[in-house]
């Protein structure tokens, strides 16, 4: 059965483990105050993309709110994986402590199946 496409894989979940109200400048386009265990989605994977920026004082002050305990990153995108002789992409995905693949998620004709040969 085909799934429901998502972009919702696409994104990173943060959550301000701050114990108050605080503003964090380097997420989303000017920053963004979140309350107490707020949580929140912005494109894409977070940290590779404030690692590949220029602004290395974003990069900094993430490793800093993480290392503090003030921001929690909840998810962030899975990889996707190209299986040339499947000829298919798949996203890595963790079930029971076991690593596998399923469908991306914003595939019409995929399935939500979770995949992993070498797992019971």
């Not at 992409?89 to 690593?99: H, I, T």
């Amino acid at each position: 059965m085909a799934q429901t496409p998502s972009t919702e894989s696409l994104y990173t979940v943060v959550k301000n483990t701050s114990g108050g109200s605080r503003f964090f400048g380097f997420l989303g386009n000017g920053g963004i105050r979140l309350a107490n265990n707020e949580q929140v989605s912005v494109r894409g994977n977070l940290v590779a993309t404030l690692g590949a920026s220029r602004r290395k004082r974003n990069f900094t002050t993430l490793e800093t709110a993480l290392e503090n305990g003030d921001l929690q990153i909840v998810s962030t995108p899975a990889p996707v994986l190209y299986d040339a002789v499947a000829a298919q992409a798949f996203q890595l995905a963790l079930q029971d402590g076991c690593l596998g693949v399923v469908d991306p998620t914003w595939d019409a004709a995929g399935v939500s199946d979770f995949s992993a040969p070498d797992c019971p």
